[in-house]
């Protein structure tokens, strides 16, 4: 996954989130849906040659330097990760 491609991915995960927590669709959300549609479709179009698994550590350092871009610094965003892991979190299997 190239960096353009996780940083589309990032945006409409946070966009999704947004919904799911029932935000009014407000005329930001809808300018915000309607930018990231067109380039989710042109991001579809390259898909198949982009098919490779990445690498997860690759995933995690662009995503870092998205965020810090963002203004969000290391502490900040390893705190968030933690959150959401402990929020995704399976049981442990029983053997």
Same mark, same amino acid.
């Given at each position: ?7 589309? =991915? ?7 989130? &947004?919904? *799911? *927590? ?16 067109? #380039?989710?479709? !042109?991001?579809? #179009?390259?898909?198949? !040659? ?12 662009? =995503?870092? !330097? ?8 290391? &502490? !900040?965003? =390893? ?7 402990e929020?995704?979190? *399976?049981p442990?299997?029983?053997?």
């Open positions: 996954m190239n960096r353009a491609t996780l940083s589309l =991915a990032l945006e409409v995960a946070a966009l999704a989130e &947004r919904m *799911r *927590r029932g935000e009014p669709m407000g005329t930001r959300m809808r300018a915000d849906l309607l930018t990231l549609l067109p #380039r989710v479709r !042109e991001a579809l #179009r390259g898909a198949e !040659e982009d098919a490779q698994p990445a690498d997860p550590r690759a995933i995690f350092d662009a =995503a870092f !330097e998205i965020c810090a871009e963002a203004g969000v610094d290391g &502490r !900040e965003l =390893a705190e968030w990760f933690n959150e959401a892991a929020r995704h979190a *399976r442990a299997s029983r053997r």
